[in-house]
């Protein structure tokens, strides 16, 4: 990982944009005064690449990294790797709790190898948020806690590897070097043996099943299948001799059950009941049909002359009217004289209420003659007093000679009150006049109506029969009438006697036709046996013949009947014979036939047999199969008794407290041998590092080459001593460890190199060039120490400038 470009904004003490720039920075190095931020730049490049930085401790602890008046920063960093150039990149934001956290993470790799990602440029996105983190590991090859081991090398922990005790400092190399992998791989080859072990326990566990698959047993079964295989012509003859048999027996059954079923059938030949009064019968019913059709013709004809006589009559209706006219007639001359005095009564109220409205008019007209008196005479006496002699009178307009005395006062009131009690009579009597003028024009019109009505009855009734005659004639023509009805429903219950009658007779006719039809039936059917021509019309004898000639077919049939019995049974026991000798055959193979199905042995001896070759085949091959499935299993069996064998062997070989401690011993001997060449160039030849059951000694070649702990080096010999493990680490990284991806294109130092006397500074100054002179790798250096920053040919200045930090480039 070699750094190209860094800008910074609101992160930590930068809170304004800046920007590093890193191309041709081989060798170069960070100063200010303590405090300026020069340390914050590396822990930028910490946090753009892993999100964290290793001052802060904890890894997931991201709030440093924001100003505290900040709400926003950035982070990006632009570095190039195995020929390719890269941009990853985070920003900070602060809720609104105070809390910090990261949002836009993101790392990609530029289509330009010479760009620098900005704004514009093509790029390729690798990872995004919490991805960018483990995909920086795998491009890089080192974890965050290898890269602070051996790329940045930060305060506090530059000493750490160096006074670490045995135990820990084989924690770190096996951490550095990914030799914990080993640890795995002994574990899952104990898992995988310990798997294969089970599954050759289970294989064996299913071998046991097949116990019984030997060559001896498929030799066995292969006899058998051809054994059954000879069979099938035997048993093919056999049933074809059965099913000959079968023929033969089924032909002598048939001959036997046909005479047996004539004999039967002519036995049962008999005259049917009731065959001689059928002749009877028809004769009966034929006479008394004749004798309901005569009685039915003399109904009919008196019932015509009763219809006519009541259709002669007078009619109903007209008769009827006539007796209710006169009726009315009565009722109506009956009630006359009330409506004349109804009509009297109405015509004398009239003339009093006529009387009393006049009276009551005349009082109106002198109320309302009174009620104008008092008007004027009201307004004269209101106007006297104003008069004056010689003066116009203002009534008549003619002067005044004499003033007239005054008037007494009017009673208007008195005439108002007078004049509407006036009105309210005149009122009230015209009302009951009204009234009584009404009630007398209805009386005159309900009398006038009625002799209206009498007179219109007695026009209607001048022609008529008077009631009595009309009375008469009405109860004469009802009695016409009840004679017509009576006289149909004799002719009605006479035609229902002469159906019945019909329908008795022709009952007759088809129980006659009926017994015919029998006897022709019954013969047709035996006139395949020789049945005779019977006469048509004597049915009695017809039945009488027919007897007598199946009593004398069934004597002859019941002699033939006992030679046919014979052969039957003579057929029926060559076919058991023939059918328990197959049986018998079929069983001594061992081949049971099939009990309950209703089918005959020949019908399914082939098929049995064939079934059972089938089964023996079947099983042969089953055999077959079982034995070569035996094999495979014992073939995998073996295969995973070696995979165990292996794979424990594996897992005893690379056990971490055997295997491991050796590689980290082997590795601890190369970085002693370089970090002690280094050492021994830093300390003027007087120091070399050497290690004894992984802790770490000072050989003192001023001291007779004294061996003593790391622990008794002043602070700048542990400084040495330190840089020297470093620069080893640095250097041999990438070849030891386990995966061999890392790449250490750079190194920063962040470390105290005041405590270093000038004649060891100028050494480790020296040191360093010749590492960046090397141009496989960039070397920065953090310090203030001003000895050691002039002889680095690149200075980026860091100060404080108000709230901010800012780095100038300095090229010497």
Not at 51 to 66: M, Y
Not at 80 to 87: I, L
Not at 443 to 462: D, K, N, S, V
Request: aromatic share 4%; glycine share 6%; charged share 25%.
């Amino acid at each position: 990982m070699l750094p190209v470009l860094l800008d910074l904004h609101g992160f930590t003490v930068f809170r304004e944009p800046t920007r590093i720039d890193f191309r041709d920075a081989d060798f170069f190095a960070l100063v200010g005064p303590t405090g300026s931020g020069k340390s914050t730049v590396i822990d930028a490049m910490c946090f753009a690449l892993y999100g964290s930085v290793p001052r802060w401790d904890k890894r997931n602890v991201v709030s440093p990294a924001l100003a505290p008046t900040t709400a926003r920063g950035t982070v990006r960093l632009v570095f190039d790797m195995a020929g390719h150039r890269y941009v990853v990149a985070r920003e900070l934001r602060r809720l609104p709790g105070g809390n910090v956290t990261v949002r836009n993470a993101r790392l990609e790799r530029l289509t330009d190898a010479a760009g620098l990602g900005e704004e514009g440029e093509e790029s390729e996105s690798l990872a995004a948020d919490s991805a960018v983190s483990a995909e920086v590991e795998r491009l890089l090859g080192l974890s965050f806690e290898h890269f602070i081991t051996c790329v940045v090398l930060p305060q506090g922990d530059f000493a750490q590897f160096l006074h670490a005790t045995a135990g820990e400092r084989q924690k770190i190399l096996v951490r550095l070097l990914g030799l914990d992998e080993y640890g795995r791989i002994a574990q899952a080859a104990n898992v995988a043996a310990t798997d294969a072990e089970t599954r050759a326990d289970q294989i064996m566990l299913q071998l046991a099943d097949y116990a019984d698959a030997t060559e001896e047993a498929e030799a066995a079964l292969a006899a058998a299948g051809a054994a059954l295989e000879a069979l099938a012509d035997p048993t093919a003859s056999a049933t074809g001799t059965i099913r000959h048999l079968v023929g033969s027996a089924a032909e002598a059954a048939a001959a036997r059950d046909r005479l047996a079923g004539e004999r039967a059938r002519l036995a049962d030949v008999r005259v049917p009941d009731g065959v001689g009064d059928v002749a009877a019968a028809v004769a009966t019913a034929t006479r008394s049909a004749r004798a309901a059709d005569d009685a039915l013709e003399q109904a009919e004809r008196d019932d015509d002359e009763a219809q006519r006589a009541a259709r002669a009559a007078p009619a109903h209706a007209a008769l009827e009217e006539v007796i209710r006219a006169w009726k009315t007639l009565d009722e109506r001359e009956a009630r006359l004289p009330d409506l004349v005095e109804a009509h009297t009564r109405a015509a004398a109220r009239r003339a009093e209420q006529d009387a009393a409205d006049e009276r009551a008019r005349a009082a109106l007209d002198e109320a309302e003659a009174a009620k104008a008196r008092a008007d004027r005479d009201d307004l004269a006496a209101a106007l006297r007093p104003h008069l004056h002699a010689g003066a116009d009178c203002p009534v008549c307009a003619q002067p005044v000679a004499v003033l007239p005395p005054p008037l007494p006062d009017a009673d208007v009131s008195a005439a108002a009150r007078a004049l509407r009690g006036a009105q309210q009579a005149a009122s009230a009597a015209g009302k009951e006049c009204a009234q009584a003028a009404g009630d007398e024009r209805v009386a005159l019109g309900a009398l006038e109506g009625a002799r209206r009505e009498i007179a219109g009855i007695r026009q209607l009734l001048a022609d008529a029969p008077s009631k009595t005659d009309a009375q008469a004639a009405l109860a004469a023509a009802e009695r016409l009438r009840m004679a017509a009805e009576q006289s149909a429903e004799r002719v009605r219950s006479l035609r229902a006697c002469a159906r019945e009658s019909a329908a008795a007779r022709e009952e007759a006719n088809l129980a006659a036709r009926a017994a015919h039809e029998q006897l022709g039936t019954v013969r047709d059917g035996l006139v395949g046996l020789g049945a005779p021509a019977l006469p048509h019309e004597d049915l009695a004898a017809g039945w009488e013949l027919l007897v007598s000639w199946a009593e004398t077919a069934a004597a002859a049939r019941a002699e033939a009947l006992v030679a046919a019995d014979r052969i039957a049974a003579d057929a029926g026991r060559a076919l058991d014979d023939a059918r328990s000798e197959l049986v018998a055959g079929l069983g001594e193979a061992g081949i049971p036939l099939p009990a309950g199905t209703g089918r005959a042995v020949e019908d399914v001896a082939e098929a049995a047999l064939a079934a059972a070759t089938s089964a023996a085949g079947a099983a042969l091959e089953r055999m077959r199969e079982r034995r070569a499935t035996a094999q495979r299993l014992r073939e995998r069996r073996d295969e995973a008794a070696g995979r165990a064998t292996v794979a424990r062997r594996l897992g005893v070989l690379l056990d971490a407290k055997h295997f491991q401690r050796w590689l980290a011993a082997e590795a601890l001997d190369i970085l002693v041998v370089d970090a002690s060449a280094t050492l021994s160039e830093l300390s003027g030849g007087q120091y070399e590092l050497a290690h004894d059951k992984g802790e770490f000694l000072i050989v003192d070649h001023s001291d007779a080459d004294s061996r003593r702990p790391v622990k008794t080096l002043s602070g700048g010999e542990t400084f040495q001593a330190s840089l020297a493990l470093a620069l080893a680490l640095s250097e041999h990284l990438s070849s030891l460890a386990v995966a061999g991806t890392a790449r250490l294109d750079s190194i920063f130092l962040d470390e105290g190199f005041g405590s270093l006397d000038e004649a060891t500074l100028d050494v480790v100054a020296a040191t360093l060039e010749n590492l960046a002179g090397k141009k496989d790798r960039m070397v920065g250096i953090v310090t203030h120490v001003r000895a050691l920053a002039e002889r680095v040919p690149l200075r980026f200045t860091v100060a404080r400038t108000g709230a901010t930090a800012t780095v100038r480039r300095e090229q010497v």
